[in-house]
Structures are given as C-alpha cells and as structure tokens.
C-alpha cells in the first residue's frame, strides 16, 4: 500500500510509456483495447494496424500504439519517455500537439525528453544538465 492507494489502483492511474515500448501478444487491437478505431486515430495510426500482429509495426508505431493503450485506461497522471523519439516530423508534430491537448485537458502529463523544443509544451520545465566537478 502506497499513502492511500493500493499498488494495482497506482497502476491503473498513472500510465507509463516508455520509449522502447512493450507489446503484448495478439493484434494492435487486441494491444490497444478500449474503442481501437478512435484511438488509433487519435494517435495518428491508420485502421488497418489493427489487425497487424502487435510485434510487427516499426518502432513509432508501437510508441503510438503504446500511447493509445494507455490513453484506453483513462489515466491521471501520463508518464512520457521520449514519446517522440522515434517519428517522422509529420507524426513527431501530431503526437506533440496530443500531448499538448492532453495536458490542456486537466490531465497531468510527465515527459522526459532530450529534444529541447520539447520544453515549448510545458507548464514546468526541470533541466538536468551534468554536474561540473571544477565549479567550486
């Protein structure tokens, strides 16, 4: 038990997807879950995946495919690793402007990413930059 919570609750609340992400066996669809067809679309990711093995797409289209799945279970908190990492910039761009929805949304998004351009999306910003040891 966590606080309040019960560890399964925590899980079900705040999603992760990183930015290797996992798929499970079965279809797109069966990986998605939920109303597949609104959320493929809402990732930028055509129908027709759907019946695709979930092994199969490249690896941004499991990112987006990873990102609809946990948009399927309703989360508070959305924890991003990378989310963009491995798209063109036409999808790159649209998956930007979801994040930026989301958040605009009430949900609470949390995304580390190394592209600077990220930060323009953000409420709060933290840098983590390399200590430098012959500061005093």
């Known amino acids: 038990m966590y606080g309040e ?3 399964l609750e925590l899980r079900r609340r705040v999603q992760l997807v990183g930015q290797m992400p996992v798929t499970f ?4 669809a069966d990986n998605v879950g939920g109303d597949t067809r609104a959320l493929l679309a809402r990732v930028g990711l055509d129908l027709s995946l759907a019946a695709r093995e979930a ?11 990873a990102l609809a799945r ?4 309703g ?4 924890a991003l690793d990378e989310p963009t990492s491995a798209l063109d910039v036409a999808n790159k ?3 930007e402007q979801l994040i930026r929805e989301l958040a605009d949304s009430g949900l609470t998004v949390v995304m580390v990413s190394h ?4 930060a323009e999306l953000a409420d709060h910003v933290i840098e983590v930059r390399p200590l430098n040891r012959e500061e005093p």
């Open 25 to 28: 066996p079965g279809t797109v």
């Open 55 to 65: 092994d199969r797409p490249s690896v941004g289209e499991a990112q987006r495919m």
């Open 70 to 73: 946990s948009l399927a279970l």
């Open 75 to 78: 989360p508070e908190v959305l």
């Open 115 to 118: 592209d600077p351009r990220h």
């Open 5 to 7: 919570y019960e560890a």
């Open 93 to 95: 761009a649209g998956i």
